[in-house]
């Protein structure tokens, strides 16, 4: 049996007193209780809490899906933004070759679009998907979403010159409300294959539906592992309301009461690059969960040791507004060890026969007293590998903590209403019909 992530609080003791941790921890039980009864804010948002055991039963379609896909393309991409393309992207960078898109076995590229509006990306795209066999999994609530529905026109119409109509029907699947809205419609006409976002659960906590999972699934990874993980970890954290042994409320104790010692920044980091897409998602989630009513804990994200040349010197001795959050790999997937070299010319020979894993833990554990020195707090998530099972483990965690510690902020963690602002600008400025006026103000504004 595989034991399950853990928090480690040690580098953040001089800081915060275990006391303390423990006593708001305690206090945000009834957080669990709120969410089990619905009885919080943004209560109508809260499928993702059993998303791990109701998503069981679509997981054969998704997979037959996921084949079909692989079996008449090599390449899918994937339209979507914010919360309907990060966590995909997240798990399959991951969990895949560094270097996947080198290999000449018969790998299967996810490539994305829909998450921006830049000209160059799209063209560059295009350039590649001449050259491709390639399906799209479209992701839209609505189908109307700026972003992914300017990407989906083009590559739809770049698909259906290439292949066919027909053709391109069969290799298109739509994710979207189960009844209404523009991508909807198109599928109803079109024939598209489509499976169902469900209502009561908002982009960013989709990761466990067919949103993330059937982009995972494509690119050859198990999701049942995934949704595995996702399930145990819900019975030590979900279910658990002894405070001392249950992490998510640990972790959101712990960083709620760094914001009161004046540390309004988190940085989340790992030491390797495999998780820089999952910081990503990490981001969305906390910024758009705890960013509001002047609320809030800034997300920010660094690579290690990589960033170490870089933010490392600001992390160390700029302003003490931040602590860290390290998601510790224990072991690697792979091994690899330092060789013996005879000149010695660089003065590694110290190292010989040392495994590189051994060296970067060496880094990791330097930087936390290294930071620690330099009045820096940091909590360690331990995670025994990186895997499909430690993955759904991470995002059910980071759900979990991130609903409590809104609570704790007094909050609502399952709205977003900041994010319309931009919109409302860019349709103005665009002439979209019914904001003729509006765009007519803001262009006095920029005179």
């Known amino acids: 049996m595989k034991e399950n992530i853990n928090i480690n609080l040690k580098n953040a003791g001089s800081f915060i007193s275990h006391e303390e941790v423990l006593a708001l921890a305690q206090q945000s039980v009834r957080h669990l209780g709120s969410l089990d009864a619905g009885t919080g804010a943004g209560n109508d948002f809260l499928g993702w809490l059993s998303l791990h055991e109701d998503v069981v039963k679509q997981l054969d379609k998704i997979e037959k899906t996921a084949k079909h896909l692989r079996s008449v393309s090599n390449t899918t991409v994937v339209i979507g933004i914010g919360g309907s393309y990060l966590g995909a992207k997240a798990v399959v960078e991951a969990l895949s070759h560094s270097f996947s898109h080198l290999l000449k076995s018969k790998h299967h590229d996810i490539l994305f ?83 169902v976002i469900p209502d009561n659960i908002g982009g960013r906590y989709s990761v466990l539906t067919p949103v993330g999972l059937l982009p995972i699934a494509v690119s050859g990874l198990d999701i049942r592992s995934l949704v595995k993980g996702a399930h145990s970890i819900a019975d030590v954290t979900r279910k658990n309301k002894d405070a001392s042994t249950n992490p998510a409320l640990i972790y959101a104790a712990a960083r709620n009461l760094l914001l009161q010692t004046g540390r309004s920044v988190e940085i989340l980091t790992g030491f390797t690059p495999k998780l820089h897409f999952f910081s990503e998602w990490w981001k969305q989630l906390y910024g758009e969960s705890e960013g509001k009513e002047g609320k809030g804990i800034f997300p920010a994200s660094v690579d290690f040791t990589t960033d170490l040349h870089s933010m490392g010197q600001y992390i160390q001795d700029g302003q003490r507004i931040l602590f860290e959050t390290i998601i510790s790999i224990r072991n690697p997937g792979k091994k690899m060890t330092i060789p013996q070299e005879k000149e010695d010319a660089d003065q590694l020979n110290y190292l010989a026969g040392k495994r590189l894993s051994e060296v970067n833990h060496s880094a990791e554990t330097g930087t936390i007293l290294a930071h620690n020195d330099g009045n820096v707090p940091v909590i360690r998530i331990d995670v025994p590998e990186l895997d499909e099972f430690y993955m759904g483990q991470l995002i059910y965690f980071f759900e979990l903590a991130c609903a409590v510690s809104g609570y704790i902020l007094d909050v609502n963690p399952f709205d977003q209403p900041g994010v319309e602002a931009y919109k409302k600008n860019m349709f103005a400025l665009l002439n979209k019909p019914g904001f003729e006026e509006a765009g007519k103000k803001l262009r006095e504004r920029l005179n």
């Open 113 to 195: 679009a829909g998450q921006n509006i830049c000209e160059d990306y799209m063209s560059d795209l295009l350039e590649i998907l001449d050259g491709r066999d390639y399906s799209v999994i479209v992701i839209s609530k609505s189908g109307t979403t700026t972003e992914p529905a300017i990407a989906f026109r083009i590559i739809k119409d770049h698909l259906e010159r290439k292949v066919g109509k027909v053709h391109a029907a069969d290799r298109i699947i739509a994710i979207t409300d189960g009844t209404k809205g523009a991508l909807k419609m198109l599928a109803d006409i079109n024939g598209y294959e489509t499976f």
